[in-house]
């Protein structure tokens, strides 16, 4: 989906943009990537908000899983039943269809969308580098400041999954997050005292 | 009513009465449909020869019948074996014989055998034409000399003398059967045990060896029309022990390992029935666990109400062994890789006489595993042209149990992702590392072990 050319100047203001980091240990540890955890918004013509969460750093990746934060208030999950949409970092490998095996995640209507996951399907070897993991279509409830952070919550074992050895992902940094979100959240509510 | 008529009435009904009580039950006829009301651990109710046991298996014992027969005796027309089994401490022989549209033979009765008896079927007599095609319409055996060579102190302390008799379970008609599988399985705690040897399984077949790695192994019941021709005779060879199955768990001597089915055939098991080690879904496997053990298969072997008995009157007095059905057992290698189901298996609690403050129930507590019988989709043992499959170990990712990891495999894990033990949702077979939640680890261990070219 492709950002407007002229989208609303409130959109602008509005969308709040975060950047979510999650340090997570690809095994062998010896051997480990710090993947990055990126959150991308495009504020849409429609009013629509199109986040893509992106990752950097990843190295042989088989498997990934992730959970998503933001406002309820503020947003709404376009798709409920389908929050996420399956991203290219997979995909830009092994275009076939059935390579991959996407699960959109579980969204609870109250700001958390679960277990979004994808894995590579049979013995094919782990991908490296940069990309798209999902993207998800928000619909804005108001026109507030609001912030949406990609992480990996270990109660529900998010991680990177290499193609060999299943890794264990280091407890998310929820205070990493959650502190990157404010200082973000803090500098947009200058920018807009500026304008 | 005048005096006349009343006379003739209560004369006639003391005819009959009369003629009821002189009549002895010698042979018992079970019309296809009949159910008998059979508890655990009663009597044997009116109907059933005096010589009948009441033993049942699981929900399913309304529909089966367990007789007694001294050797040389006659079954009844009417009947139809089921199966047959030794006592336990002559040969836990199973053994199906039944559905043999022609008719059964000798070659059928030699399966009678224990390992450890002679069998002389000279008095078996062939089966007449059958009324169904499942089921013979009357069957007559007689079970010449079995267990007459057992010897004594035979290494099991229970040297009885049911040695010198055999299990029979008669049943109606496998028409029956569709009711049976139907029948609900009382629900219990599935049992995982990490298992820490892989086991392999190998037969001597014929020729052999036999390669038992396959995926899947089918052998024939009688009447199937692919029955090899030649008869055959397999042995199984435990590359394994469950030795380090349970914690404090070792192989009872009392009780052990028999095999499943093979027609045409004897089978032999080649530990001298000392100790057993492989275990698979149509196997009676016996070990002894603990009290615990048993506890964390879902039996409370203080409380609940067991739902078979099997009296064993054995030289330290009469001993009644409580058998409980559950759901599954599942036993899973120490890599978690494979995995081991049994599904529906009767699990015997053996009394502990040795401990005289816990005569009921001991640490010692004999499990008989395998005997799925009815185990909905699995093994069926007694439809026309049903074959007997024997499993190797269950790939960990072979969530539907189907003998092979596919996308439907896949596709079980995706339906409770997200969904953790106790969730509406939540389905065990999709959480394959069993630690409650069903999330990236479980898709991806069954996806890496997709076949290659698989597209979901």
Not at chain 2, 260 to 277: F, W
Not at chain 2, 371 to 388: M, W
Request: proline residues 9%.
């Amino acid at each position: 989906m492709a950002p407007s050319e002229n989208r609303p100047r409130r959109t602008v203001f509005l969308v709040a943009f975060v950047i979510a980091c999650a340090m997570v240990l690809l095994a062998p540890p010896s051997a480990m990537a710090t993947p990055i955890l990126t959150v991308d918004p495009t504020p849409l013509a429609s009013g629509q908000l199109h986040v893509e969460i992106n990752v950097s750093g990843a190295v042989d990746v088989y498997g990934y899983q992730f959970s998503v934060e933001y406002d309820p208030s503020v947003l709404a999950v376009a798709d409920p039943f389908n929050p996420a949409t399956e991203g290219t970092f997979f995909s830009s490998v092994y275009p076939d269809p059935g390579e991959t095996f996407f699960f959109p995640g579980l969204d609870d209507g109250l700001g958390h969308i679960t277990f979004i996951a994808n894995t590579l399907v049979g013995p094919l070897a782990g991908v490296t580098g940069s990309g798209s993991l999902a993207s998800i279509d928000f619909t804005r409830l108001s026109d507030d400041p609001t912030t949406v952070v990609a992480f990996l919550d270990e109660a529900n074992g998010d991680g990177f999954v290499g193609s060999e050895v299943t890794s264990v992902p280091e407890p998310a940094t929820m205070l990493l997050v959650a502190t990157g979100s404010a200082f973000v959240m803090r500098r947009r509510a200058r920018r807009r005292r500026h304008l | 009513m005048s005096r006349s008529r009343l006379f003739r009435a209560a004369l006639v009904s003391l005819l009959v009465a009369g003629s009821a009580l002189l009549q002895q039950p010698s042979s018992v006829a079970i019309a296809a449909g009949q159910v008998l009301p059979l508890a655990a651990c009663t009597p044997a109710p009116t109907g059933i020869p005096a010589n009948a046991g009441t033993g049942q298996f699981g929900p399913l014992a309304r529909h089966i019948y367990t007789l007694r027969l001294p050797v040389g005796d006659t079954l009844p027309p009417g009947s139809a074996i089921f199966y047959v089994f030794s006592v336990f401490d002559t040969g836990s022989t199973v053994v199906v014989i039944n559905n043999q549209p022609a008719g059964f033979s000798d070659a059928d009765l030699l399966q009678l055998c224990s390992p450890t008896s002679n069998c002389d079927t000279s008095g078996a007599t062939a089966i007449p034409p059958t009324r169904d095609p499942n089921v013979p319409a009357s069957l007559n055996v007689r079970l010449w000399g079995l267990g007459a060579t057992i010897p004594p102190g035979n290494g099991a302390p229970l040297d009885n003398p049911q040695a010198e008799t055999l299990d029979v379970q008669v049943r109606p008609s496998p028409t029956a059967i569709p009711t049976l599988i139907g029948a609900p399985v009382a629900a219990r705690t599935v049992a995982h045990i990490d298992y820490g040897t892989i086991i392999t399984r190998t037969y001597d077949f014929g020729g052999g060896p036999f390669d038992f790695s396959a995926p899947d192994i089918t052998f024939y019941n009688a009447g199937d029309a692919a029955i090899p021709t030649v008869p055959f005779t397999f042995r199984l060879l435990p590359r394994g022990s469950f030795d380090h199955a349970l914690d404090g768990a070792s192989i009872g001597p009392r009780f052990f390992l028999d095999t499943a089915v093979v027609k045409n055939g004897t089978h032999t098991i080649t530990n001298n029935l000392t100790t057993s080690a492989i275990m698979y879904d149509t196997g009676n496997t016996t070990t002894s666990v603990t009290e615990d053990a048993a506890r964390a298969l879902g039996i409370d072997p203080i409380n609940d109400t067991p739902v078979d008995c099997f009296d064993a009157d054995t030289a330290n007095g009469r001993v009644t062994l409580k058998g409980f059905m559950i759901d599954k057992f599942e036993m899973t290698t120490a890599d978690g890789l494979n995995r081991y189901v049994i599904h529906n298996p009767l699990i015997y609690v053996e009394p502990d006489l040795q401990n005289p403050q816990r005569p009921a129930f001991p640490d010692g507590v004999a499990v008989v595993m395998g005997s799925n019988y009815f185990a909905p989709g699995k093994v069926l043992f007694d439809g026309p042209g049903q074959a007997l499959r024997l499993y190797t170990a269950l790939s960990a990712a072979d969530t539907n149990e189907d003998g092979r990891v596919d996308c439907a495999d896949l596709a079980i894990v995706r339906a409770s992702f997200g969904k953790r033990r106790g969730q509406a949702g939540y389905d065990e077979r999709a959480d394959v590392n069993r630690d409650g939640i069903v999330n990236i680890t479980d898709l991806t261990f069954v996806s890496r072990q997709l076949p290659a070219g698989t597209r979901c």
